[in-house]
């Protein structure tokens, strides 16, 4: 009964290629969100969605596109990957406050 | 700029001792704070939330104080255990939607 989920867990590339991760969550949640984590374990937002509707948008390169289908998924495109995109990201959702947080996909870009 | 520092990188304590971690922030206002526990590998999952109005929280062997005259939060860990072991995350609401986290603090609980 995973909450969060997201896939891959493991993504290794190479630069310039395009790559999606996706996110699902099935706790009814409005919420979602696109975190980052960098080597030095800090954890940043990148996009949040609330009812399929962008409403967070950090200064991030325009190389990277949420999607959200539906109220359930939020999907990350990234194109033309550099190495700097190399990182944990985390997709989570929210309610009111709490947020709970999918297990991670770790990008790889050689 | 808006800043939220962990007080250290690490803290090592010995089994049964009380770890208490630091939250300082500047120029943030938050309605509430809260803290995460992330072990290695993992997602960071929510242990505890304090609202600006609140002095203190507890849960189990946590307890968070929150002082929004300070500035500060400070989060304890009683009766340590090694299970304990983990990274610790706090992180601000800055509006309806956004957290910002701070660095967080490594504990090891050594037995």
């Known amino acids: 009964d995973t909450a969060v989920s997201q896939t891959p867990k493991y993504l290794v590339t190479q630069m310039g290629n395009d790559k999606s991760i996706k996110c699902e969550q099935n706790?009814?949640?409005?919420?979602m969100y696109w975190y980052k984590q960098d080597s030095k374990k800090f954890l940043k937002i990148m996009f949040s969605y609330n009812n399929k509707e962008l409403i967070i948008n950090e200064t991030v390169p325009n190389r990277f596109s949420p999607k959200s289908p539906d109220k359930a998924h939020l999907n990350l495109h990234i194109n033309s990957l550099e190495l700097g995109d190399s990182a944990v990201y985390f997709c989570?959702?929210?309610?009111?406050?709490?947020?709970?947080f999918g297990p991670g996909t770790r990008l790889t870009v050689l | 700029s808006q800043k939220i520092e962990q007080n250290s990188e690490a803290l090592n304590i010995q089994e049964g001792k009380t770890a208490t971690l630091t939250c300082n922030y500047t120029n943030y206002s938050p309605a509430y704070l809260q803290w995460y526990r992330q072990d290695p590998g993992r997602g960071p999952v929510f242990l505890l939330l304090i609202r600006e109005n609140e002095k203190e929280k507890r849960k189990e062997r946590l307890k968070v104080t929150f002082d929004t005259t300070l500035k500060q939060s400070l989060f304890h860990i009683t009766a340590s255990q090694p299970a304990d072991s983990a990274t610790y995350l706090c992180a601000l609401l800055l509006n309806d939607y956004k957290l910002s986290f701070g660095a967080g603090t490594t504990v090891t609980v050594r037995a």
């Open positions: 706790l009814g949640h409005d919420t």
């Open positions: 989570a959702s929210s309610h009111i406050s709490e947020q709970f």
